[in-house]
T-cell receptor, first 116, second 109 residues
């Protein structure tokens, strides 16, 4: 089945630094990848949709200059949280869509970001 | 109005009982519907998808869809303590998944 690998699984960084999170589709080509953020006891909120080779589409209220998304290949998308602050501490989850089936959304294992 | 709504719970059921989870959505044009299970600190895992009106069964799980009422439900038969988790309803809208707030299910022995 489709597998999405997300790294790192957790990261602690100092306020003001940047953190990069990687999302890889291991056995399929993902034309579209999605980035979600989940605060404690809340649901997944879609941050942005990235398509290979084009600029990401950000949801309303998400700062595109703060959350940089790159989808340079059909198997890799990265999310960089720039100038991180404690309020950015959250659970970040990526999802990839299998272009072959056109239906499946496969989720990565998530990244727990803590900004201190 | 939220796009996908769920009762946050917790829904408590005894082991062996049927757990019924409900979800309503606002976009009448939505065509694809999903139920995910999420354990604390983990990523969501797909339980079922449903695209047509009616029931779809998979083992102990049954998804029900009523597009006219804009309503999706998930029934879990013979509930087990290991089913205790948050259940997320997701609706596909313009090629992206929109999640509900989730219902926390507690199955007690």
């Amino acid at each position: 089945g489709a597998v999405v690998s997300q790294h790192p699984s957790w990261v602690i960084c100092k306020s003001g630094t940047s953190v990069k999170i990687e999302c890889r589709s291991l056995d399929f080509q993902a034309t579209t990848m999605f980035w979600y953020r989940q605060f404690p006891k809340q649901s997944l909120m879609l941050m942005a949709t990235s398509n290979e080779g084009s600029k990401a589409t950000y949801e309303q209220g998400v700062e595109k200059d703060k959350f940089l998304i790159n989808h340079a290949s059909l198997t890799l998308s990265t999310l960089t949280v720039t100038s991180a602050h404690p309020e950015d501490s959250s659970f970040y989850i990526c999802s990839a869509r299998d272009s072959r089936s056109g239906w499946g959304y496969t989720f990565g294992s998530g990244t727990r970001l803590t900004v201190v | 109005q939220k796009e996908v709504e769920q009762n946050s719970g917790p829904l408590s059921v005894p082991e062996g009982a049927i757990a019924s989870l409900n979800c309503t959505y606002s976009d009448r044009g939505s065509q694809s519907f999903f139920w995910y299970r999420q354990y604390s600190g983990k990523s969501p895992e797909l339980i079922m998808s449903i695209y047509s009106n009616g029931d779809k069964e998979d083992g102990r799980f049954t998804a029900q869809l009523n597009k006219a009422s804009q309503y999706v439900s998930l029934l879990i038969r013979d509930s087990q303590p290991s089913d205790s988790a948050t259940y997320l309803c997701a609706v596909e809208n313009t090629d992206k998944l929109i999640f509900g707030t989730g219902t926390r299910l507690q199955v007690f022995p």
